[in-house]
């Protein structure tokens, strides 16, 4: 593996990255394009109808062209296996990006329905078009909103995908790092989650999600049984991380 991926540092678009944090936290978005320039890089080089040329361009475009904040190749490969033990048939993520993690659950589960809660509009726009060149837009879906807004991104997932009461499989975390514990939660409160039902929740080791895995901790071997996996923070081998992976044992 070459120097310039192993070490983000010796990367322009990852040092912008410090640059463009407070525009990350306001709008989704990095702040100098780089979301739209990978929407149109994929709509060039990648076949279409293809997801696992898609996923490999875009992790090409992150790589080689502009840093991304997806879940990456090395994270997502534990996603793969989370999902896959799920085997969903509904599975919901919060925090979309440009739609990659999502693409991913919709990769390692063919039959099931994805839909990916994001606050930037832009963001969902982006997403929404890479799924369409990747053929999966059928079952695929972003909502905007935030789970944290009194209960009407809740009410429209319910009524839009009719969640009956355990009619949630999978959860992929990877929006707001202070909001993962209590929009899972919300989530818990409306009894969509069965025993069985796996979430899987990235960044907690960077930039940390402090309250969410001292719940787990608590939770271990009660109402929930999780695996910390240790990794790397993506598109790069320097930098650890932790994703962890929780199976409901209790609703
Ligand atoms: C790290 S990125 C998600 C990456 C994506 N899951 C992937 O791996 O391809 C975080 C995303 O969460 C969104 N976001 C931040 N706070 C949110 C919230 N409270 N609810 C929903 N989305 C949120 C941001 O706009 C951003 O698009």
């Known amino acids: 593996m070459s120097l310039r991926r192993r070490v983000p540092f010796l990367r322009w678009s990852f040092l912008r990255l410090a640059l463009g944090a407070r525009n990350i936290t306001r709008t989704g978005q990095i702040g100098d394009g780089r979301e739209a320039a990978a929407v149109e890089y994929v709509l060039e080089n ?8 898609v996923l490999a361009t875009i992790d090409r475009f992150a790589y080689e062209e502009s840093f991304l904040i997806n879940v990456g190749d090395e994270k997502g490969a534990l996603l793969d296996a989370a999902v896959r033990r799920a085997a969903p048939t509904l599975a919901l993520e919060l925090g979309t990006y440009c739609g990659y993690s999502a693409l991913r659950i919709a990769r390692a589960a063919p039959d099931a329905r994805v839909v990916s809660v994001e606050l930037a509009p832009a963001n969902a726009d982006n997403a929404r078009r890479i799924w369409a060149h990747a053929g ?20 429209e997932l319910a009524d839009l995908y009719e969640l009956a009461p355990g009619g949630l499989d999978f959860i992929f975390l990877d929006h707001d790092k202070d909001a993962y514990l209590s929009d899972l939660l919300s989530i818990l409160d409306r009894g969509w989650l069965h025993p069985g039902s796996i979430v899987v929740a990235d960044n907690v080791g960077l930039p940390g ?6 719940y787990m901790r608590e ?23 932790l994703v962890l992976e929780s199976e409901l044992l209790l609703t």
């Open 46 to 53: 990648a076949r279409p109808g293809d997801v696992d040329d």
């Open 209 to 214: 999600a402090p309250k969410y895995r001292a």
């Open 136 to 155: 999966v837009d059928d079952r695929v879906t972003c909502v905007v909103g935030t789970l944290g807004d009194g209960g009407a991104t809740l009410d």
């Open 219 to 241: 939770q271990q071997g009660g109402r929930w049984q999780t695996v910390e996996h240790k990794t790397h923070a993506e598109y790069q081998t320097l930098v650890p991380d």
